[in-house]
């Protein structure tokens, strides 16, 4: 039962690793972008929940309705600011400039909150729990885990049924015919990077009620999301779920065996799926 117990609550911890991985899919299928600052964006975004549920008095949870809107426009300004400047055959122009970002975001929130670690109180659903089959479920963990699900069929609804969506995938496969066709792509990548970093909003909050955090955290948060993005397949939103999944199960299982391999487990993982699979388990096959 303990080995169950460590699969069970590995697959939820999947959950929170999808929710930081499912903005880093989403603009990666849009525009090809790999977003260096992905990881400090989302500690942005708890502290962001912090200083909101602080000064209204208002619950972690319900802060997501400040949080949300701010990081989407962030993300919009940000995309149509600085970051559409940078596309282009060279992929290195927009990963040095995320690096940039990363260390001014990283140095802003070390002058602003200092490196002292915070957490946001979300009272008893902290601690809450239930029995499942023999087996003893939090609370917070399940809700996390049914948010970044609901999440990623939100994304998967929208990017195939909605005319937003139609405009993510024209744009997508060429910009050029889009533009010809009365698509502004500079429009669409904005609108992109706001939902993707609406999604960073969640994993940001949940980041914050789950674990401490600090300005230096971003870099962790960056390696889980791409791992589990590169273990589902690239562009892949479900497969991101199951790359999240497969990599929390791994840390588990990990720290099963021996608490020190915690994270070297999901490393390995990671490195094994990557030399079998180079496209990842789900590749998105473009039509």
């Known amino acids: 039962m303990d080995w169950v117990n460590a699969i069970v609550q590995g697959t939820l911890l999947g959950g929170l690793y999808a929710l930081f991985a499912a903005g880093l899919s989403l603009i ?136 937003l969506g139609r405009a993510f995938r024209a744009t997508s496969d060429n910009q050029d015919i889009a533009q010809l066709m009365g698509l502004n792509k500079a429009h669409v990548f904005g609108l992109a990077m706001a939902l993707s970093l609406a999604v960073v909003a969640v994993a940001g909050i949940f980041l914050g009620i789950r674990t401490s955090f600090d300005p230096s955290i971003g870099g962790g948060r960056l390696i889980f999301g791409f791992e589990a993005v590169i273990i589902g397949g690239l562009g892949n939103l479900w497969g991101t779920l199951v790359g999240g999944v497969i990599l929390g199960v791994a840390q588990t299982v990990g720290a099963k065996i021996d608490p020190g391999w915690q994270l070297l487990a999901g490393h390995l993982v990671f490195l094994l799926i990557l030399a079998v699979r180079p496209n990842g388990l789900f590749p998105r096959v473009d039509a």
């Not at 929940?49 to 802060?63: C, E, K, M, R, Y």
């Not at 990081?71 to 919009?76: D, E």
């Not at 400047?85 to 140095?107: A, H, K, M, R, Y």
């Not at 499942?132 to 970044?148: D, E, K, Q």
């Open 28 to 163: 990666f299928g849009v525009m090809r972008l790999v977003n260096i600052a992905h990881g400090d964006l989302i500690v942005l975004a708890a502290y962001l929940g912090l200083t909101t549920s602080v000064a209204l008095g208002l619950h972690p949870l319900a802060a997501l309705l400040v949080v949300i809107p701010a990081m989407a426009g962030i993300g919009y300004v940000l995309q149509r600011g600085v970051l559409n400047q940078t596309l282009g055959d060279d992929i290195l122009p927009p990963l040095l400039v995320t690096f940039g970002l990363s260390v001014i975001i990283q140095n802003a929130l070390l002058e602003g909150y200092t490196a002292d670690p915070q957490k946001m109180d979300a009272g008893a659903l902290e601690t809450a729990s239930f029995g499942f089959g023999g087996l003893t479920l939090g609370v917070l963990p399940v809700l996390t885990f049914a948010v970044a699900v609901a999440v990623i069929a939100g994304l998967q609804w929208m990017f195939y049924r909605t005319p």
